[in-house]
Structures are given as structure tokens and as C-alpha cells.
């Protein structure tokens, strides 16, 4: 319990405006329930959250000690009220998500709000899964990520063993990630491996394909096979064997056969007459192959998860089973 002995500067603001400023983690709907079932009090009794307070008035507030924490990315979490989170798989260890288009993996400042991260933290918090006051380091966190425009799996880890095997195992292509995307045009061959090398301009943000090395570039490698094709569209099956930035819309477009939506890589042109928000990509499936000992994560071994509406390819090709 924090208590707050009003002052000559406070004294005339509703009760409700002066718990914003005092817990600034405290949502707003959660401070309304605290003040309706009596956890705020004013001088000892309830009040109504419009009540004006007066210099001298003790506020007496029955909340948890985070909240009253500075506003961070770190604890942005705790300002989220009924998180939401499309949960493909979850166990005492991970967490498979489905990242809808448009919402970012990662904030970039504090102000990035819903982020998956912070959702993770916020449903794990609430639900009682994860504790932040008895730990001393470790927080959940995301094993990997894909573009904010790009929807499906993001692997989450509940502890830190989990945090540590999966990261290993991305590391060394243990995880089989399979993304489904809708091209411009019919690729031929409509089956192929692209191998080359992908450099970030990081100022642009935005990545460049080659087929030689230059200092700073990564290799690049991946499968893609086509599904169908209609309506001077594809859709593809792609498998990433290396996992680079912006890779498959990268390679892709390199090959002349650009995402539908893609503004960064695609055409403009040919977009146009489709008017997508995101570009047509979907992390849609994955598969545990792990090569080597996977210690309390074995259990995951040969299993496979997978997205099975996605709007895209719903939309334009919606007899297709995959």
C-alpha cells in the first residue's frame, strides 16, 4: 500500500486524473475497478473516481508496487488490460503465436504499446505464468521474429533453459520454418533453390540480392515450390534455410516475381490493382527437427504446427488446401 498526502499543487484534480500521474503503469480501467471495490480510498473511505480532492487529503492506494514504476519498454506490459493473443500451441516451456500483419515483434520505444513482447509479458503476467517480482534477470521473450507487415509463428520462451535451446536450435537450422506467400506472375521453374547474398543498407532499411560476396553480405538460401497459380498470381511454398532480413521478399523480387503488397520490394504498378495493406507472407509453419540433444525441449522433436486460415491466400485462392 502507497499512501499520498495531498498538497497545495494537487488540490483541485479529480481523484482519477491524480492516480494516472501517481501509478503511471496502472491502467485505466484497472484503477476505475480498484476505485469502485474500495482499493483506493480517500482519508480512509471510498470515493467516486470524479471526486475533487483537497489539500490535506490522505489517497490511500492498495496496488501492486510496479505500478507506480516509470513508463519503459521494459514494463510497458503492465499498462495492457485483456490481453489478446492467438495461441497456436503453448506449454509450461514455449509459446507459438500467430502475429497478425501489421503488428510489430519488438517496440521500438515505449509508446509501441501492443507489441507481441509486451502482450506475451502482459497474458503470462495476468494469467499468473510468470512472476517479474521473484525474478532477477529473465523476462519471456521471443526466440524470433518477422517483419511487422508479415503475419504468422513467432516461438516464445517461458524460461530461460527454453529461451537458451531454442535459440541454439535456430542457430543451427534445427527448426524447419515454412512461409507461404503470393507472388506477381508464374516462377519457372515453379520449383527451385536461390543461393546468393543479401547486404543491408541500414539507412535505407532495405537489403540488396547478389549472386557474389562483397564485404558485409551474408549468404542466402532458400527453397520455394508453387502451389497454384491464377489470375496472373502464384502462391508459393517457401522454406528458409537461412533466415536473413526481408529475405523472401528480397529473393523473390530478385527473380522478377515480387510479393503481392510488398511495397518496399514489390511493384507499384502491378499493386495497385489489388490494394493490399501487407504484403502477401505468412510464417505459416514449422517443424521441430532437432539434430542433436534438445535436453527438456526433446519432446518438441519431429513436431510439426501450423497456421491453417490465412486471409491471403483464403482470398485468392480459396479452394486450396495446404
Known amino acids: ?34 476505485i469502485r471495490i474500495k482499493r483506493i480510498k480517500v482519508d480512509g473511505k471510498g470515493a467516486a473516481r470524479d471526486y475533487k480532492l483537497t489539500q490535506g487529503d490522505i489517497v490511500q492506494m492498495y496496488v501492486n508496487d510496479e505500478f507506480f514504476d516509470t513508463l519503459t519498454e521494459e514494463n510497458a506490459y503492465l499498462k495492457i ?12 516451456n514455449i509459446i507459438l503465436i500467430n502475429k497478425p500483419a501489421g503488428i510489430l515483434c519488438q517496440p521500438e520505444n515505449a509508446a509501441d504499446l501492443h507489441a507481441i513482447v509486451n502482450t506475451l509479458k502482459a497474458y503470462l503476467y495476468q494469467s499468473d505464468k510468470w512472476h517479474p517480482q521473484d525474478e532477477h534477470a529473465f523476462t519471456p521473450a521471443l526466440c524470433n521474429r518477422i517483419d511487422r507487415n508479415t503475419s504468422g509463428i513467432v516461438i516464445a520462451a517461458k524460461n530461460a533453459e527454453s529461451l537458451r535451446i531454442i535459440n541454439e536450435k535456430i542457430k543451427h537450422h534445427e527448426i524447419d520454418k515454412f512461409y507461404l506467400a503470393i507472388v506477381h506472375g508464374k516462377p519457372n521453374p515453379p520449383a527451385q533453390k536461390l543461393e546468393g547474398y543479401i547486404f543491408k543498407d541500414s539507412v535505407k532499411n532495405q537489403v540488396f540480392v547478389s549472386q557474389t560476396s562483397r564485404p558485409g553480405s551474408k549468404t542466402a538460401i532458400m527453397e520455394y515450390r508453387t502451389l497454384a497459380t491464377q489470375n496472373q498470381l502464384s502462391l508459393l511454398e517457401c522454406k528458409l534455410i537461412t533466415g536473413r532480413t526481408h529475405q523472401i521478399r528480397a529473393q523473390l523480387s530478385d527473380i522478377g516475381h515480387p510479393l503481392l503488397g510488398d511495397g518496399k ?24 527437427s532437432f539434430a542433436s540433444d534438445a535436453g527438456p525441449l526433446s519432446y518438441l522433436h519431429k513436431r510439426t504446427f501450423q497456421i491453417h486460415e490465412i486471409p491471403f491466400a483464403k482470398k485468392y485462392f480459396p479452394a486450396l488446401r495446404y
Do not use: V, W
Open 81 to 92: 488490460t485483456n490481453p489478446t493473443l492467438d495461441i497456436i500451441y503453448e506449454d509450461d
Open 1 to 34: 500500500m502507497k499512501e499520498f498526502t495531498i498538497g497545495k499543487n494537487d488540490a483541485g484534480q479529480r481523484l482519477d486524473r491524480f492516480i494516472a500521474k501517481a501509478a503511471p503503469l496502472l491502467p485505466a480501467s484497472l484503477a476505475q475497478k480498484y
Open 265 to 288: 520490394y514489390g511493384s507499384e504498378r502491378l499493386n495497385k490493382h489489388y490494394e493490399e495493406k501487407h504484403q502477401a507472407l505468412c510464417s505459416y509453419k514449422l517443424t521441430f
